[in-house]
């Protein structure tokens, strides 16, 4: 696995990835390599589609070379980039495809950051039931980054399912892992954490989960992870509502609600994700942040305008 810890960023952002997979062995292609690293600087410039053109380029080389590992690295990166671009779907079948392959070339073990890729599109697809047993897989990596995102995905499919006992579980890893000699904690990680510990009091503390939440808001919004950000500003809303602030979590909801719809995302699909559903003045907060999320000074003028 070559730059996995900053290629989970993607994951969970997802938005800043470079290249992983099965790690691909023997003399150099640089026809190959071109592909993968033109795919790389267009997911850094964002620019998407382009990269998964390179990706799948990347991936027919792969495939002439009969190069387990390499299809391996390539098919990883053409499922993020489907992640990214919001199509959870693609990249399943992609995962699907790309184990298919390794498997017919004798790689057919354990791939644990497939399994993170996996668990992360069936969460998006709301499939949590099935998401649990790759993200369970993953979490026992051995490579920190990966079992540290594991953990935040296996304590979300925890949460969504009302399993507290699995959502305890997750934050008890992630705060085992910080402990470990010499391993820094990195503001993600500190965000992860955050998080799930503020969806366990979220009951409890409300005021302190919203704090939380708040918190890691902040952080993910300084690695430039705006899912993941505006998913804790809803978990925030929720908490403010359940500890009696109102305004508060109306507020925390529009924000979230405005951030989703200029990513390019139904502000539902992210919002959906909150642990639990408040009233605010006898209207769900999320919703009514969706209704109406206040006006966009950045908008296209309206025909005729």
């Known amino acids: 696995m070559k730059g996995m810890a900053a290629r989970l960023a993607v994951l ?17 292609d640089d026809m190959l390599d071109q592909a993968m690293e033109t795919g790389r600087q267009a997911v850094a410039l964002d620019r998407l589609e382009l990269a998964e053109i390179q990706y799948r380029l990347a991936g027919r080389r792969a495939m002439a070379r009969d190069d387990a590992g390499a299809i391996g690295d390539a098919g990883y990166d053409l499922a993020v980039v489907q992640l990214d671009q919001g199509r959870a779907a693609d990249a399943l079948r992609t995962l699907s495809a790309t ?14 950051a497939l399994d993170l890729v996996q668990a992360t599109a069936l969460l998006r697809l709301k499939r949590d039931d099935e998401a649990a047993a790759p993200a369970g897989r993953a979490m026992g990596s051995a490579d920190p980054a990966i079992a540290e995102h594991a953990a935040l995905l296996s304590g979300l499919i925890a949460d969504a399912r009302g399993d507290r006992a699995g959502l305890s579980a997750a934050l008890e890893h992630l705060a085992r892992e910080h402990t470990a000699p010499r391993r820094p904690v990195t503001p993600k990680w500190q965000a992860d954490e955050d998080e799930l510990r503020a969806r366990l009091l979220l009951a409890s503390d409300p005021l302190r989960a919203r704090d939380l939440a708040r918190a890691a808001a902040d952080r993910r919004r300084q690695i430039v992870d705006y899912r993941g950000m505006a998913r804790a500003l809803v978990l925030a809303s929720h908490a403010a509502a359940r500890g009696g602030d109102g305004q508060g979590a109306s507020s925390l909801a529009m924000q979230a609600a405005q951030s989703t719809a200029a990513q390019g995302e139904k502000p539902r699909n992210v919002i959906a994700q909150g642990a639990v559903s408040v009233t605010v003045e006898g209207v769900p907060a999320e919703d009514a942040a969706i209704a109406a999320h206040g006006p966009d000074p950045f908008a296209e003028p309206s025909p005729g305008r």
């Open 12 to 28: 969970l952002m997802v938005s800043a990835l470079a290249g992983c997979g099965g790690g691909r062995t023997g003399p150099q």
């Open 99 to 112: 184990r298919g392959a390794m498997a017919v070339r004798g790689w057919g073990g354990p791939d644990a």
